[in-house]
């Protein structure tokens, strides 16, 4: 029997052993594929997951953006419209009536309607809040319970015992209201009750200078401000909006 050499390389042995060494090499490399595929796969899917949950954000940043944008004009609008709605308010010192009244005419406008509510409040000739009304360093209680300036309310809120307040009212468009004013009394330091001529002599040619505040219902309400003088006796800029 003869036997086939093969030079370095030992004969390959006959028999089943000899067929499954190619198949084990085969399954294995598609082993290896397959879990090549399988991770760039997952890898794949989790750059997609990351890709739609940033697309997820930019669409809640986008949505967001749109309605702070929408609420900031609808703002602007209503605040321009509620300045468009400011009453127009005149008021005006009178003696037609043989006394001393200020009157208060609503003149529009119309589209507004009703004021439910008018307040007004007498304002000192100048802010005496944080300096000293006079030389003397008042306390900021007795400063307040004076009014320095020419009138004071005669009918006044149950509260108020100064005469700064009037009692709050509604009013139509077109009409008005009257209120009995009178001098106002002098500060101690000024000779008090018994000595008014200092006093007058200073505040009575200053103008009667009043808040005016304003609701409607539907509305943010409105603080104007009114400067009554004595030359022409009508309220100067009465509709200036100064806060709302």
Request: charged share 25%; glycine share 8%; aromatic share 8%.
């Amino acid at each position: 029997m003869e036997a086939t050499i093969y030079w370095g390389v030992p004969a390959p042995r006959e028999g089943p052993a000899a067929l499954n060494m190619p198949m084990d090499i085969v399954e294995g490399g598609i082993a290896a594929v397959a879990a090549a595929f399988s991770g760039w796969a997952a890898y794949s899917a989790m750059k997609a997951a990351d890709a739609a949950d940033d697309n997820s954000k930019v669409a809640n940043q986008t949505a967001e953006l749109a309605r702070q944008t929408a609420e900031a004009v609808a703002q602007i609008e209503r605040d321009r419209w509620h300045k468009e709605l400011t009453p127009r308010i005149v008021c005006r010192l009178t003696q037609e009536r043989g006394m001393l009244e200020l009157v208060v005419a609503y003149e529009g406008p119309t589209t507004l309607g009703k004021l439910s509510v008018v307040s007004l409040t007498i304002r000192d000739d100048r802010d005496r809040s944080t300096a000293p009304a006079l030389g003397g360093g008042l306390p900021l209680e007795e400063v307040k319970a004076t009014i320095w300036g020419p009138y004071r309310f005669t009918s006044r809120t149950p509260e108020d015992n100064t005469g700064r307040t009037a009692t709050p009212f509604s009013v139509e468009p077109g009409d008005e209201m009257r209120f009995s004013v009178t001098p106002t009394f002098p500060h101690r330091l000024y000779g008090g009750d018994g000595n008014t001529a200092q006093w007058r002599a200073e505040f009575l040619p200053k103008d009667f200078r009043l808040w005016v505040g304003c609701e409607a219902e539907g509305h943010k309400p409105w603080k104007l401000m009114a400067d009554v003088p004595h030359e022409d006796g009508v309220s100067r800029d009465p509709a200036g909006v100064l806060a709302s």
